[in-house]
DNA sequence: TAGTATTATATAGCGTTACTAAATAGGCTG
DNA sequence: CAGCCTATTTAGTAACGCTATATAATACTA
């Protein structure tokens, strides 16, 4: 095999899983959530409060994007802003209530359903695929510094 | 390791992963596509003609979405639509020769980007990650027709 | 064969995403 | 303190993505 072959077979399926990762159709929820906005919510679940800047950079967005974003999620009331110190200028973002009750019900299928897949590999499997995959985000978190 | 903790680190370090396959930064092209477009242009060129319906698919939209993106397409000259035979009603999409022109120049710093991040693995640790992706993909699928 | 149901795509409308440009306020440095 | 940089906001615009609807083609059934 080519090596410009298997490295197109991992693009391909890279992007098949991701889609999954990011379908609505894969949680089967029935709420007005975009995709996006259900992703940024439950990064802030699961990682806390965190400020524009840095959803932004995380999304790989601009922070303009992002504030908007924010705005909408705002006057759904599924998140907060809130100032920060010691530097005024930045923003806090922050999960409601309402917000959180939100994740928690929808992640819980999702989640399942990623297991179902997941659970095929034994664990040490499982610690090998993570570690090929921890080992491709390094090398390209290094080459986009570049 | 918990399986929840392996499935969490395996879903960040997908996402990151994308995010990279999806940055325009990553192939640091001056060109006025968007990621959508660059990555639909480029699905195309790999594969060759396409349906609409098959499109949409692909990219998990709607077809009436993937209609209006080749519409934007069209009027740029880089793909063009044709009848189809057996079904009259199918339409294929294709490339136009601009259309290759353009992904042949930017395709290739972005595999080369691609490409020294996945060459750290072995023959057969790539072979082996593309086993595990594989597998997943197969599951995942599955698990959608449910 | 006629009528009905289904399917592939197109079109329009609307909210969201994502960018650029510009602005404001805060922070840093010489 | 002035100038420069930074974090976020606001506005404008094109593209994305959905729903609703329409049209034409195909498939199915009595």
New interface residues.
């Given amino acids: 095999?080519k090596?410009?072959e298997?490295?197109?077979?991992?693009?391909t399926?890279?992007?098949?899983?991701?889609?999954?990762?990011?379908?609505k159709?894969?949680d089967q929820q029935p709420d007005s959530l975009t995709r996006v906005q259900w992703?940024l919510l439950r990064h802030l679940n699961?990682n806390g409060t965190r400020t524009i800047g840095q959803l932004a950079v995380h999304?790989?967005v601009r922070p303009s994007t992002m504030s908007q974003m924010i705005d909408r999620l705002e006057k759904s009331k599924l998140v907060y802003r809130e100032s920060s110190q010691p530097d005024a200028r930045v923003k806090n973002v922050a999960l409601t209530e309402e917000g959180k009750d939100l994740i928690k019900r929808t992640e819980a299928l999702w989640?399942e359903?990623?297991?179902?897949?997941?659970?095929?590999?034994t664990?040490q499997?499982?610690?090998?695929?993570?570690s090929?995959?921890?080992?491709?985000?390094v090398?390209?978190?290094k080459?986009?510094r570049n």
């Fill in positions: 095999m090596n410009n298997a490295l197109e077979q991992f693009i399926h890279m992007q098949t899983i991701n889609r999954h990762l990011r379908s159709v894969f992703l699961r999304l790989d989640m359903a990623l297991n179902d897949s997941f659970d095929q590999f664990k499997e499982q610690s090998e695929l993570i090929y995959m921890e080992r491709l985000t090398q390209l978190n080459n986009m």
